[in-house]
């Protein structure tokens, strides 16, 4: 079976939902990249055992995306973030090329302490 | 039983996964703000069915947040959010009272679209 890297989106979202198997497994297979093979050695289960267990995670990964859209979301609100970064970032250039108003500096440091709140929820 | 106000975060949230009687029976209870009894007489359901299709549905979405997190999330980047539109307002209204740069202006045209598209997905 060929690896879905967007399965990587989904577990950074949906892992808690997933049961410790499941996760475990899904995290080998998608973040370390072993094969099904390798996780079978490493975990005990059987080859057929570890790929189902896969299968289960993704499709519960899956039907909750459906409905949910939450990985898709994340993954855009992650770009205009970046847009929001780097326009504060010519910002705070043209502020201290052109110009120099306190005021400017200061909305530009909360908007960078707001993004990092964001980042780090 | 007395409504629980966070609830309605946790329907704009988890909708999606409820079955359509448990979400119509909720958004009219939290929404509408209609009572049990006015819920059974327009649904024809028994008072004590609508109660308890609230009583999963508020189980499966407290469950869901227990896990995900969702709902809090939301609400903590939906202030964040409010911090850069206010703080890039100030930068706008510094940049066209003290100073005027044309690279200020369009990064903060910019930052304002990026918000308006994470309103709109």
Redesign the interface.
């Known amino acids: 079976m060929a690896k879905n890297l967007n399965m990587v989106y989904l577990i950074d979202?949906?892992a808690?939902?997933l049961t410790d198997k499941q996760r475990e497994v899904l995290e080998l297979y998608y973040y370390d990249d072993l094969s099904l093979a390798e996780i079978a050695q490493n975990s005990g289960i059987s080859r057929q055992g570890v790929r189902d267990s896969i299968k289960r995670g993704e499709t519960t990964m899956l039907e909750?995306e459906d409905?949910?859209g939450?990985a898709r979301?994340m993954r855009?609100?992650g770009q205009?973030?970046e847009?929001?970064r780097s326009?504060?970032q010519?910002?705070v250039?043209?502020?201290e090329t052109?110009?120099?108003?306190n005021?400017?500096k200061r909305?530009?440091q909360?908007?960078f302490?707001?993004?990092e709140?964001?980042e780090n929820?």
Not at 98 to 101: D, F, P, Q, R
């Open positions: 979202t949906y808690p939902v909750m409905r949910l939450l979301r855009a609100l205009q973030l847009a929001i326009n504060t010519e910002i250039i043209a502020n052109y110009t120099y108003s005021e400017i909305a530009t909360n908007i302490s707001a993004l709140r964001i929820d």
